[in-house]
Protein backbone atom coordinates (compact mmCIF):
# COMPACT_ATOMS: atom_id res chain seq x y z
CA UNK A 1 0.00 0.00 0.00
CA UNK A 2 2.81 2.44 0.63
CA UNK A 3 4.38 1.79 -2.86
CA UNK A 4 1.14 2.23 -4.27
CA UNK A 5 0.72 5.50 -2.06
CA UNK A 6 3.88 6.88 -3.27
CA UNK A 7 3.20 6.15 -6.95
CA UNK A 8 -0.34 7.92 -7.12
CA UNK A 9 1.00 11.01 -4.93
CA UNK A 10 3.81 11.46 -8.00
CA UNK A 11 1.45 11.08 -10.52
CA UNK A 12 -0.92 13.46 -8.60
CA UNK A 13 1.77 16.42 -8.00
CA UNK A 14 2.10 16.01 -11.23
CA UNK A 15 -1.39 16.09 -13.24
CA UNK A 16 -2.95 18.24 -10.59
CA UNK A 17 -0.14 20.79 -10.55
CA UNK A 18 0.29 24.18 -11.98
CA UNK A 19 -0.27 23.47 -15.82
CA UNK A 20 -3.53 20.94 -14.90
CA UNK A 21 -5.12 24.22 -13.01
CA UNK A 22 -4.20 26.47 -16.20
CA UNK A 23 -6.15 24.20 -18.42
CA UNK A 24 -8.86 23.67 -16.53
CA UNK A 25 -9.28 27.42 -15.71
CA UNK A 26 -7.84 28.01 -19.59
CA UNK A 27 -10.29 26.17 -21.42
CA UNK A 28 -13.28 27.17 -18.89
CA UNK A 29 -12.45 31.09 -19.42
CA UNK A 30 -11.93 31.12 -23.45
CA UNK A 31 -15.18 29.06 -23.76
CA UNK A 32 -16.74 31.70 -21.47
CA UNK A 33 -15.28 34.36 -23.82
CA UNK A 34 -16.19 33.02 -26.42
CA UNK A 35 -19.33 32.48 -25.82
CA UNK A 36 -19.71 36.03 -24.73
CA UNK A 37 -20.55 35.26 -20.82
CA UNK A 38 -23.98 33.61 -22.25
CA UNK A 39 -23.77 30.99 -19.52
CA UNK A 40 -24.15 33.69 -16.89
CA UNK A 41 -26.19 36.06 -18.88
CA UNK A 42 -29.15 33.25 -19.61
CA UNK A 43 -29.11 31.48 -15.98
CA UNK A 44 -32.17 32.50 -15.78
CA UNK A 45 -33.42 31.07 -19.62
CA UNK A 46 -31.79 27.49 -18.30
CA UNK A 47 -33.70 27.40 -15.14
CA UNK A 48 -36.54 27.87 -17.45
CA UNK A 49 -35.63 25.05 -19.88
CA UNK A 50 -35.35 22.96 -17.12
CA UNK A 51 -38.56 23.22 -15.76
CA UNK A 52 -40.33 22.81 -18.84
CA UNK A 53 -38.06 19.73 -19.53
CA UNK A 54 -39.85 18.04 -16.60
CA UNK A 55 -41.90 15.92 -18.82
CA UNK A 56 -39.94 15.48 -22.35
CA UNK A 57 -42.33 17.18 -24.42
CA UNK A 58 -41.27 19.26 -27.27
CA UNK A 59 -40.52 22.56 -26.54
CA UNK A 60 -42.67 25.33 -28.45
CA UNK A 61 -41.19 25.22 -32.34
CA UNK A 62 -38.53 21.85 -31.52
CA UNK A 63 -40.04 18.59 -33.11
CA UNK A 64 -39.09 15.56 -31.05
CA UNK A 65 -39.94 12.19 -32.14
CA UNK A 66 -38.32 10.51 -29.23
CA UNK A 67 -34.71 10.69 -29.84
CA UNK A 68 -33.46 10.36 -26.35
CA UNK A 69 -34.76 7.94 -23.18
CA UNK A 70 -34.67 10.19 -20.22
CA UNK A 71 -36.33 13.95 -20.04
CA UNK A 72 -34.03 16.70 -20.22
CA UNK A 73 -35.17 17.32 -16.72
CA UNK A 74 -34.30 13.83 -15.60
CA UNK A 75 -30.77 13.98 -17.82
CA UNK A 76 -29.81 17.14 -15.18
CA UNK A 77 -30.99 15.29 -12.24
CA UNK A 78 -29.04 11.98 -13.31
CA UNK A 79 -25.59 14.36 -14.14
CA UNK A 80 -26.22 16.35 -10.64
CA UNK A 81 -27.40 12.87 -8.93
CA UNK A 82 -23.49 11.87 -10.02
CA UNK A 83 -22.30 15.60 -8.86
CA UNK A 84 -23.96 16.48 -5.64
CA UNK A 85 -21.99 13.85 -3.40
CA UNK A 86 -19.22 13.68 -0.66
CA UNK A 87 -17.76 16.99 -2.89
CA UNK A 88 -20.39 18.57 -1.52
CA UNK A 89 -19.40 18.09 2.45
CA UNK A 90 -16.48 15.90 2.24
CA UNK A 91 -14.41 17.71 -0.34
CA UNK A 92 -15.41 21.47 0.95
CA UNK A 93 -14.10 20.86 4.54
CA UNK A 94 -11.13 19.13 2.36
CA UNK A 95 -10.32 21.89 0.65
CA UNK A 96 -10.71 24.82 3.42
CA UNK A 97 -8.46 22.35 6.25
CA UNK A 98 -6.04 22.12 3.78
CA UNK A 99 -5.97 25.69 1.39
CA UNK A 100 -7.80 28.20 4.08
CA UNK A 101 -11.17 29.92 3.84
CA UNK A 102 -9.46 31.64 0.56
CA UNK A 103 -9.88 28.12 -1.34
CA UNK A 104 -13.95 28.81 -1.52
CA UNK A 105 -13.23 32.00 -3.86
CA UNK A 106 -11.12 29.64 -5.41
CA UNK A 107 -14.08 26.80 -5.94
CA UNK A 108 -16.83 29.70 -7.19
CA UNK A 109 -14.13 30.87 -9.80
CA UNK A 110 -14.20 27.22 -10.97
CA UNK A 111 -17.98 27.24 -11.06
CA UNK A 112 -18.49 30.06 -13.11
CA UNK A 113 -15.75 29.75 -15.73
CA UNK A 114 -17.21 25.26 -15.29
CA UNK A 115 -20.68 26.53 -16.38
CA UNK A 116 -19.59 27.18 -20.09
CA UNK A 117 -17.52 24.50 -19.48
CA UNK A 118 -20.39 22.18 -18.91
CA UNK A 119 -22.61 24.07 -21.60
CA UNK A 120 -19.80 23.22 -24.27
CA UNK A 121 -19.33 19.60 -23.35
CA UNK A 122 -23.28 18.98 -23.22
CA UNK A 123 -23.74 20.67 -26.73
CA UNK A 124 -21.23 18.38 -28.18
CA UNK A 125 -22.55 15.41 -26.08
CA UNK A 126 -26.03 15.75 -28.18
CA UNK A 127 -24.55 16.78 -31.42
CA UNK A 128 -22.45 14.03 -31.65
CA UNK A 129 -24.07 11.10 -30.09
CA UNK A 130 -24.69 7.97 -31.80
CA UNK A 131 -27.19 5.13 -31.20
CA UNK A 132 -26.21 1.92 -30.02
CA UNK A 133 -26.92 -1.68 -30.95
CA UNK A 134 -30.19 -1.90 -28.70
CA UNK A 135 -31.67 1.48 -29.51
CA UNK A 136 -30.38 3.87 -26.72
CA UNK A 137 -28.75 7.11 -27.31
CA UNK A 138 -24.94 7.49 -26.08
CA UNK A 139 -22.55 10.04 -26.29
CA UNK A 140 -19.71 11.58 -24.67
CA UNK A 141 -16.45 13.12 -24.27
CA UNK A 142 -15.36 9.57 -26.28
CA UNK A 143 -17.79 10.12 -29.31
CA UNK A 144 -17.40 14.30 -29.54
CA UNK A 145 -13.92 13.10 -29.89
CA UNK A 146 -14.49 10.06 -32.77
CA UNK A 147 -16.95 11.98 -34.90
CA UNK A 148 -16.18 15.41 -33.75
CA UNK A 149 -12.18 15.35 -34.70
CA UNK A 150 -12.30 12.00 -36.77
CA UNK A 151 -10.71 8.74 -36.71
CA UNK A 152 -7.12 10.28 -36.10
CA UNK A 153 -8.09 11.13 -32.37
CA UNK A 154 -9.84 7.76 -31.89
CA UNK A 155 -7.53 7.54 -29.55
CA UNK A 156 -8.01 10.37 -27.62
CA UNK A 157 -11.42 8.98 -26.72
CA UNK A 158 -10.22 5.51 -26.00
CA UNK A 159 -8.18 7.08 -23.26
CA UNK A 160 -10.67 9.01 -22.26
CA UNK A 161 -13.32 6.12 -21.73
CA UNK A 162 -10.40 4.03 -20.07
CA UNK A 163 -10.04 6.64 -17.04
CA UNK A 164 -13.62 7.34 -17.10
CA UNK A 165 -14.48 3.24 -16.58
CA UNK A 166 -11.67 3.57 -13.99
CA UNK A 167 -12.20 6.53 -12.33
CA UNK A 168 -15.63 5.94 -11.62
CA UNK A 169 -14.69 2.77 -9.17
CA UNK A 170 -13.03 5.78 -7.33
CA UNK A 171 -14.67 9.07 -7.73
CA UNK A 172 -18.30 7.37 -7.73
CA UNK A 173 -18.13 4.06 -6.09
CA UNK A 174 -15.24 3.40 -3.49
CA UNK A 175 -14.62 7.51 -2.06
CA UNK A 176 -18.37 7.26 -1.58
CA UNK A 177 -19.24 3.84 0.05
CA UNK A 178 -16.16 4.94 2.24
CA UNK A 179 -17.15 8.36 3.29
CA UNK A 180 -20.39 7.11 4.26
CA UNK A 181 -19.33 3.91 6.06
CA UNK A 182 -16.97 6.09 8.08
CA UNK A 183 -19.66 9.08 8.82
CA UNK A 184 -22.34 6.27 9.74
CA UNK A 185 -19.84 4.54 12.09
CA UNK A 186 -18.41 7.48 14.01
CA UNK A 187 -22.32 8.90 14.10
CA UNK A 188 -24.61 5.26 14.95
CA UNK A 189 -21.80 2.95 15.35
CA UNK A 190 -22.85 1.25 12.35
CA UNK A 191 -19.94 -1.40 11.62
CA UNK A 192 -18.28 -0.28 7.90
CA UNK A 193 -18.58 -3.73 6.08
CA UNK A 194 -22.56 -3.67 7.03
CA UNK A 195 -23.00 0.19 5.68
CA UNK A 196 -21.33 -1.15 2.34
CA UNK A 197 -23.01 -4.09 1.66
CA UNK A 198 -26.56 -2.14 2.20
CA UNK A 199 -25.31 0.59 -0.24
CA UNK A 200 -24.37 -2.42 -2.24
CA UNK A 201 -27.59 -4.36 -2.56
CA UNK A 202 -29.98 -0.85 -3.19
CA UNK A 203 -27.86 0.21 -5.51
CA UNK A 204 -27.94 -2.94 -7.55
CA UNK A 205 -31.74 -2.83 -7.51
CA UNK A 206 -31.28 0.29 -9.29
CA UNK A 207 -28.14 -0.21 -11.73
CA UNK A 208 -29.25 -3.40 -12.93
CA UNK A 209 -32.06 -1.91 -14.22
CA UNK A 210 -30.41 0.86 -16.57
CA UNK A 211 -30.50 4.48 -17.32
CA UNK A 212 -34.29 4.64 -17.35
CA UNK A 213 -34.13 3.23 -13.88
CA UNK A 214 -31.83 5.63 -12.50
CA UNK A 215 -32.74 8.39 -13.80
CA UNK A 216 -36.50 7.46 -12.41
CA UNK A 217 -34.56 7.12 -8.96
CA UNK A 218 -32.61 10.19 -9.47
CA UNK A 219 -35.26 12.51 -10.88
CA UNK A 220 -36.78 11.66 -7.63
CA UNK A 221 -33.90 11.65 -4.84
CA UNK A 222 -31.42 14.58 -6.07
CA UNK A 223 -34.58 17.68 -5.77
CA UNK A 224 -35.75 16.39 -2.42
CA UNK A 225 -31.70 15.45 -0.73
CA UNK A 226 -30.62 18.56 -2.40
CA UNK A 227 -33.78 21.15 -0.70
CA UNK A 228 -33.62 19.48 2.44
CA UNK A 229 -29.55 19.67 2.85
CA UNK A 230 -29.95 23.77 1.93
CA UNK A 231 -33.00 24.00 4.06
CA UNK A 232 -30.50 22.50 7.12
CA UNK A 233 -27.83 24.53 6.15
CA UNK A 234 -29.65 27.59 5.90
CA UNK A 235 -31.17 26.77 9.72
CA UNK A 236 -27.10 26.86 10.56
CA UNK A 237 -26.14 30.19 9.34
CA UNK A 238 -29.93 31.55 11.03
CA UNK A 239 -27.93 30.81 14.54
CA UNK A 240 -24.78 32.04 12.79
CA UNK A 241 -26.10 34.99 11.51
CA UNK A 242 -23.46 37.44 13.16
CA UNK A 243 -20.52 35.20 11.63
CA UNK A 244 -21.53 35.34 8.43
CA UNK A 245 -20.31 38.70 7.25
CA UNK A 246 -16.80 37.91 8.92
CA UNK A 247 -16.83 33.87 6.77
CA UNK A 248 -16.98 36.26 3.56
CA UNK A 249 -14.57 38.92 4.27
CA UNK A 250 -12.05 36.00 5.24
CA UNK A 251 -13.15 34.02 2.03
CA UNK A 252 -12.25 36.67 -0.12
CA UNK A 253 -9.26 38.28 2.03
CA UNK A 254 -7.51 34.95 2.42
CA UNK A 255 -8.13 34.20 -1.54
CA UNK A 256 -5.15 36.09 -2.06
CA UNK A 257 -3.17 36.43 1.08
CA UNK A 258 -1.59 33.57 3.23
CA UNK A 259 -3.10 32.25 6.07
CA UNK A 260 -0.75 31.68 8.74
CA UNK A 261 -1.05 28.89 11.67
CA UNK A 262 -3.81 29.09 13.98
CA UNK A 263 -5.02 26.78 16.35
CA UNK A 264 -5.56 23.15 14.62
CA UNK A 265 -4.68 24.80 11.36
CA UNK A 266 -1.59 24.66 9.83
CA UNK A 267 -1.68 27.45 7.77
CA UNK A 268 -1.93 27.78 4.01
CA UNK A 269 -0.30 29.74 0.81
CA UNK A 270 -2.28 31.41 -1.50
CA UNK A 271 -1.16 28.33 -4.09
CA UNK A 272 -2.76 25.88 -1.79
CA UNK A 273 -5.62 28.03 -1.56
CA UNK A 274 -5.99 27.96 -5.33
CA UNK A 275 -4.85 24.80 -5.75
CA UNK A 276 -7.03 23.20 -3.14
CA UNK A 277 -9.94 25.10 -4.21
CA UNK A 278 -10.02 24.12 -8.13
CA UNK A 279 -8.68 20.34 -7.60
CA UNK A 280 -11.99 20.38 -4.81
CA UNK A 281 -14.16 22.65 -6.70
CA UNK A 282 -13.94 20.23 -10.36
CA UNK A 283 -14.29 17.39 -7.58
CA UNK A 284 -17.61 18.58 -6.65
CA UNK A 285 -18.86 20.09 -9.82
CA UNK A 286 -17.11 17.44 -12.37
CA UNK A 287 -16.66 20.57 -15.01
CA UNK A 288 -13.98 19.63 -17.35
CA UNK A 289 -14.04 16.21 -16.32
CA UNK A 290 -16.30 15.30 -19.39
CA UNK A 291 -18.60 13.10 -16.54
CA UNK A 292 -21.91 14.64 -17.19
CA UNK A 293 -22.32 14.97 -21.00
CA UNK A 294 -22.76 11.09 -20.93
CA UNK A 295 -25.86 11.59 -19.17
CA UNK A 296 -26.87 14.75 -20.93
CA UNK A 297 -26.57 12.58 -24.14
CA UNK A 298 -29.59 10.28 -22.95
CA UNK A 299 -31.56 13.41 -23.19
CA UNK A 300 -35.31 13.54 -25.22
CA UNK A 301 -33.75 16.51 -27.71
CA UNK A 302 -32.61 17.40 -30.67
CA UNK A 303 -31.68 20.52 -29.74
CA UNK A 304 -28.09 21.12 -28.21
CA UNK A 305 -27.58 24.03 -27.35
CA UNK A 306 -31.17 23.90 -25.41
CA UNK A 307 -29.72 20.67 -23.58
CA UNK A 308 -26.64 22.75 -22.76
CA UNK A 309 -28.45 25.63 -20.90
CA UNK A 310 -30.19 22.99 -18.85
CA UNK A 311 -26.53 21.44 -18.21
CA UNK A 312 -24.66 24.33 -17.24
CA UNK A 313 -27.00 24.75 -14.30
CA UNK A 314 -25.44 21.54 -12.43
CA UNK A 315 -22.15 23.28 -12.08
CA UNK A 316 -23.84 26.48 -10.62
CA UNK A 317 -26.21 24.44 -8.43
CA UNK A 318 -23.75 22.48 -6.93
CA UNK A 319 -20.87 24.55 -6.57
CA UNK A 320 -22.26 28.34 -6.24
CA UNK A 321 -25.48 27.12 -4.47
CA UNK A 322 -24.93 24.27 -2.49
CA UNK A 323 -20.86 23.77 -1.42
CA UNK A 324 -21.62 27.63 -0.44
CA UNK A 325 -23.92 26.89 2.49
CA UNK A 326 -21.30 23.94 3.42
CA UNK A 327 -18.48 26.78 3.31
CA UNK A 328 -20.40 29.32 5.07
CA UNK A 329 -21.48 26.50 8.11
CA UNK A 330 -17.73 25.50 8.39
CA UNK A 331 -16.50 28.90 8.09
CA UNK A 332 -18.99 30.36 11.13
CA UNK A 333 -18.48 27.60 13.08
CA UNK A 334 -15.13 28.23 13.50
CA UNK A 335 -14.05 24.24 14.61
CA UNK A 336 -12.37 24.34 11.21
CA UNK A 337 -9.22 25.85 13.26
CA UNK A 338 -9.36 22.79 15.36
CA UNK A 339 -7.61 20.55 12.49
CA UNK A 340 -10.39 18.44 11.51
CA UNK A 341 -10.90 17.30 8.26
CA UNK A 342 -13.28 15.89 5.71
CA UNK A 343 -16.78 15.31 6.61
CA UNK A 344 -16.44 15.09 10.19
CA UNK A 345 -15.46 18.71 10.30
CA UNK A 346 -18.72 19.91 7.92
CA UNK A 347 -20.80 17.35 10.93
CA UNK A 348 -18.92 19.08 13.97
CA UNK A 349 -19.80 22.47 12.38
CA UNK A 350 -23.68 21.62 12.16
CA UNK A 351 -23.54 20.09 15.44
CA UNK A 352 -21.89 23.43 16.55
CA UNK A 353 -25.06 24.99 15.54
CA UNK A 354 -27.88 22.51 16.01
CA UNK A 355 -26.06 20.25 19.36
CA UNK A 356 -27.08 16.49 18.77
CA UNK A 357 -29.02 16.68 15.95
CA UNK A 358 -26.44 18.33 13.15
CA UNK A 359 -23.91 15.30 12.94
CA UNK A 360 -27.14 12.88 12.37
CA UNK A 361 -28.47 15.10 9.59
CA UNK A 362 -24.43 15.50 7.94
CA UNK A 363 -24.83 11.90 8.38
CA UNK A 364 -27.62 10.95 6.75
CA UNK A 365 -27.06 13.72 3.91
CA UNK A 366 -23.99 12.19 3.02
CA UNK A 367 -25.54 8.93 2.84
CA UNK A 368 -27.81 10.05 0.34
CA UNK A 369 -25.78 12.32 -1.62
CA UNK A 370 -23.18 9.24 -1.73
CA UNK A 371 -25.91 6.97 -2.94
CA UNK A 372 -27.10 8.59 -5.66
CA UNK A 373 -23.58 9.55 -6.99
CA UNK A 374 -22.74 5.49 -7.26
CA UNK A 375 -25.90 5.50 -9.20
CA UNK A 376 -24.94 8.34 -11.76
CA UNK A 377 -21.26 7.68 -11.64
CA UNK A 378 -22.38 3.86 -12.54
CA UNK A 379 -24.06 4.75 -16.22
CA UNK A 380 -20.62 7.16 -16.69
CA UNK A 381 -18.48 4.19 -16.29
CA UNK A 382 -20.29 1.95 -18.19
CA UNK A 383 -20.56 3.98 -21.11
CA UNK A 384 -17.04 4.21 -21.06
CA UNK A 385 -16.71 0.63 -21.00
CA UNK A 386 -19.09 0.10 -23.95
CA UNK A 387 -17.25 2.65 -25.80
CA UNK A 388 -14.57 0.49 -25.10
CA UNK A 389 -15.41 -3.09 -24.95
CA UNK A 390 -18.91 -3.22 -26.94
CA UNK A 391 -22.92 -3.48 -25.65
CA UNK A 392 -22.36 -7.26 -24.32
CA UNK A 393 -19.75 -6.06 -22.00
CA UNK A 394 -22.43 -3.48 -20.02
CA UNK A 395 -23.58 -5.98 -17.71
CA UNK A 396 -19.99 -7.53 -16.53
CA UNK A 397 -19.19 -3.82 -15.73
CA UNK A 398 -22.67 -3.74 -13.53
CA UNK A 399 -21.75 -6.32 -11.79
CA UNK A 400 -18.06 -5.17 -10.96
CA UNK A 401 -18.95 -2.02 -9.83
CA UNK A 402 -21.88 -3.44 -7.53
CA UNK A 403 -19.40 -5.81 -6.26
CA UNK A 404 -16.34 -2.83 -5.37
CA UNK A 405 -19.11 -0.73 -3.04
CA UNK A 406 -18.32 -2.83 0.05
CA UNK A 407 -14.91 -2.95 -0.69
CA UNK A 408 -14.65 0.71 -0.62
CA UNK A 409 -16.27 1.09 2.30
CA UNK A 410 -13.77 -0.68 4.15
CA UNK A 411 -10.67 0.65 2.53
CA UNK A 412 -7.96 3.29 3.37
CA UNK A 413 -10.20 6.57 3.08
CA UNK A 414 -6.42 8.66 2.66
CA UNK A 415 -5.54 6.13 -0.67
CA UNK A 416 -9.06 6.09 -2.43
CA UNK A 417 -9.07 10.28 -1.98
CA UNK A 418 -5.97 10.11 -3.76
CA UNK A 419 -6.40 7.61 -6.34
CA UNK A 420 -9.91 9.73 -7.08
CA UNK A 421 -7.97 12.74 -7.40
CA UNK A 422 -5.44 11.54 -9.50
CA UNK A 423 -8.03 9.66 -12.10
CA UNK A 424 -10.21 12.59 -12.31
CA UNK A 425 -7.34 14.97 -13.85
CA UNK A 426 -6.09 11.77 -16.54
CA UNK A 427 -10.11 12.22 -17.20
CA UNK A 428 -10.00 15.85 -17.97
CA UNK A 429 -7.38 16.11 -20.03
CA UNK A 430 -8.40 14.18 -22.92
CA UNK A 431 -11.32 16.16 -22.70
CA UNK A 432 -10.71 19.55 -22.21
CA UNK A 433 -8.23 18.96 -25.42
CA UNK A 434 -11.35 18.35 -27.60
CA UNK A 435 -13.21 21.04 -25.87
CA UNK A 436 -10.48 23.10 -26.86
CA UNK A 437 -10.60 21.60 -30.80
CA UNK A 438 -14.40 21.88 -31.21
CA UNK A 439 -14.93 25.27 -29.71
CA UNK A 440 -15.63 26.79 -33.09
CA UNK A 441 -18.35 24.40 -33.17
CA UNK A 442 -19.77 25.10 -29.58
CA UNK A 443 -19.40 29.45 -30.53
CA UNK A 444 -21.53 28.56 -34.03
CA UNK A 445 -24.51 25.93 -32.87
CA UNK A 446 -24.50 28.47 -29.94
CA UNK A 447 -24.99 31.75 -32.03
CA UNK A 448 -27.05 30.32 -34.95
CA UNK A 449 -29.26 29.00 -32.13
CA UNK A 450 -29.90 32.48 -30.47
CA UNK A 451 -30.09 33.77 -33.99
CA UNK A 452 -33.02 31.46 -35.28
CA UNK A 453 -30.93 28.89 -37.11
CA UNK A 454 -31.16 25.98 -35.86
CA UNK A 455 -28.20 23.61 -36.70
CA UNK A 456 -29.47 19.70 -35.84
CA UNK A 457 -27.21 16.96 -34.74
CA UNK A 458 -26.17 15.50 -37.73
CA UNK A 459 -26.78 18.98 -40.31
CA UNK A 460 -23.47 20.69 -41.52
CA UNK A 461 -22.54 23.78 -40.25
CA UNK A 462 -21.92 26.95 -42.86
CA UNK A 463 -18.08 26.49 -41.95
CA UNK A 464 -17.80 22.92 -42.77
CA UNK A 465 -17.86 20.97 -39.63
CA UNK A 466 -20.72 18.49 -39.44
Request: charged share 10%; with cysteine; net charge neutral.
Amino acid sequence: METMTAIFSAINGVVWGPLMLILLLGVGIYLQIGLKLMPIRKLGMGFKLMWQGRDAKPAPGEKVKDEGEISPFNALMTALSATIGTGNIAGVATAIALGGPGAVFWMWITALVGMATKFAEAVLAVRYRETDSMGFHIGGPMFYIKNGLGRKWLWLGGAFAFFGAVAAFGIGNTVQSNSVADALDSTFGLPPWVTGVVIMVLAAAVILGGIKRIAKVAGKLVPIMGIAYILAGLAVLTVNVGQIGDAFGMIFYYAFNPHAAFGGFAGAAVMAAIRFGVARGIFSNEAGLGSAPIAHAAAKTKNPVRQGLIAMLGTFIDTIVVCSITALVILTATVWETGEAGASLTALSFDAALPGVGNQIVSLALAIFAFTTILGWSFYGEKCFQFLFGTRSIMLYRVLFVLAIPLGAMANLGFIWLMADTFNAMMAIPNLIALALLSPVVFKVTKDYFDGKEVLPGEELEDGHS
